[in-house]
């Protein structure tokens, strides 16, 4: 079965620096891979997805991801934190062989401090 | 209007109760299901069903039961409520590609 870990289930960064969630997946065939963020009170929102083309993924909100199969890696990353980023995050996967199951990890809450 | 809305938004209960909770979606898509949110848990799976006639237990489906009435419609039915299942309900749905999930605003389940 696939597996999803979030390194750090909280993270603060000051307005303007660099954000950086982890997400490590675990299985023998890389997985399509998302990030979800979930912001008060509402349900998730796909932020962005991985499903083979470029290794590179950009998405919503100026947050993009890197897809590192060497390290079984899929950090999301956004080089200025705005005050609205602040929500929580999730990573999931879902098994290429198998589209029904989608694993998710436990999520980073990120703080945004002016 | 929401694509994927979820019935009732709040809810609070007693132990013992029967409890159904809605979810209907106008994406026309044909895969749905449910999840439950608990804090440092993430999202886990309940059940989901790929169409009307095929609905498949998820990893913690105990205690819970669902319908799928239509295309439309996907119901999650707590038999017997007890206070463990206190939690955040999430309904989806998956698009024919099937690579990406959409999810309702959640039910946010309490059980006294």
């Known amino acids: 079965a696939q597996s999803v870990t979030q390194l750090g289930s909280h993270v603060s960064v000051s307005e303007g620096a660099l954000v950086l969630l982890r997400c490590n997946y675990s299985s023998s065939v890389p997985p399509y891979l998302f990030w979800y963020v979930q912001y008060p009170n509402q349900g998730l929102q796909l932020l962005l997805k991985y499903t083979s083309a470029a290794t590179l993924v950009k998405g919503i909100n100026g947050f993009e991801a890197e897809f590192k199969k060497s390290e079984t890696s899929f950090h999301l990353t956004k080089p200025s934190a705005h005050m609205s980023d602040a929500a929580e995050y999730f990573c999931a996967v879902s098994d290429r062989n198998n589209f029904n199951k989608f694993y998710f990890g436990s999520g980073t809450k990120l703080n945004v401090k002016p | ?112």
């Open chain 2, 1 to 112: 209007d929401a694509d994927v809305t979820q019935t009732p938004r709040n809810r609070i209960t007693k132990t013992g109760k029967r409890i159904m909770l809605e979810c209907s979606q106008t994406k026309g898509h044909d895969r749905m299901y449910w999840y439950r949110q608990d804090p440092g848990l993430g999202l886990r799976l309940i059940y989901y069903s790929f169409d009307v006639k095929d609905i498949n237990k998820g990893e913690i489906s105990d205690g819970y039961s669902v319908s799928r009435q239509a295309q439309a419609k996907f119901s999650l039915s707590l038999e017997s409520a007890i206070p463990n299942q206190t939690a955040l309900y999430f309904c989806a749905t998956s698009e024919p590609t099937r690579d990406t999930q959409y999810f309702g605003p959640g039910t946010r389940l309490t059980v006294l």
